[in-house]
């Protein structure tokens, strides 16, 4: 799974250093595609439940399963959420990391560093003998005392030899409620995280998820594995 969250997140790099003003979502993506391909593994959304990409691309108001295309082309200010999972041998990576497009607002710029810091509270908290509410409280406390809100709809999830597996893994909760975290589970942890109201809302196309009041959105997300020594991020190249 450590090769697999690898790939994963060497891909999101690639992808999130070619993030520039003029670039289309469709260009980050094949970079996603051509370097997992690269390495014999297989973009773990390609064809997932039909979707037509290797990643999710989300900019601005859009939270999650922004599909990329040629017509989407990046602009200096925008926030781009990239969302990118690997198979390899027999296990799936996954994870996301919102970068800025040049300069952004500052308010653009503290939603991403909230988000994120949200993210590493979720992971600090998933530890064995912990239960999944603690990391959803984790999460949900550092953000909701910053203002922002929780996406409700979507959640993380387990993950391994399948890309969704249970249990859902959500960004609010109660201590001490839910499943409790035992050494050997991996989960994704991915706060999705509003300006405005928590409320989403799918497009058409069935896969394009945008706030219900147009409000920038942020995502980040790792797989993480529950050891006895605590949390340990797998994807994560360092
Ligand atoms: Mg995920």
Redesign the pocket.
């Known amino acids: 799974m450590r090769a697999a969250g690898r790939i994963s997140q060497r891909a999101l790099r690639l992808a999130g250093a070619a993030v520039e003003p003029g670039v289309s979502t469709a260009e980050l993506d094949n970079i996603v595609r051509k370097y997992i391909e690269e390495q014999g593994a297989t973009p773990s959304f390609l064809g997932y439940g039909g979707f037509p990409a290797s990643a999710c691309i989300s900019v601005n108001n859009v939270v999650i399963h922004g599909i990329p295309s040629e017509n989407t082309i990046l602009k200096q200010g925008d926030i781009v959420s990239i969302?990118v999972?690997a198979y390899y041998e027999g296990f799936h990576g996954?994870n996301?990391w919102t970068f800025p497009c040049g300069d952004i607002s500052d308010e653009a710029k503290a939603l991403l560093e909230a988000t994120k810091n949200s993210l590493f509270e979720g992971i600090k908290a998933a530890k064995s003998g912990n239960t999944i509410g603690d990391i959803g409280n984790a999460v949900q406390r550092y953000v909701e005392l910053r203002s922002y809100s929780v996406v409700r709809d979507f959640t993380?999830?387990g993950?391994g030899a399948k890309?969704?597996e249970a249990p859902n893994v959500p960004n609010y909760g109660t201590p001490g409620r839910g499943p409790k975290l035992m050494p050997g589970m991996v989960i994704?942890i991915?706060p999705m995280i509003n300006i405005g109201t928590y409320k989403v809302k799918v497009l058409r196309d069935r896969w394009t998820t945008v706030t219900a009041d147009g409000k920038l959105s942020a995502h980040f997300?790792h797989t993480v594995a529950v050891t006895p020594e605590g949390p340990v991020i797998l994807t994560d190249a360092d």
Do not use: Q, R, S, T
Request: negative net charge; without cysteine; aromatic residues 0%.
């Open positions: 969302d999972g996954d996301a993380g999830h993950v890309l969704h994704a991915e997300e």
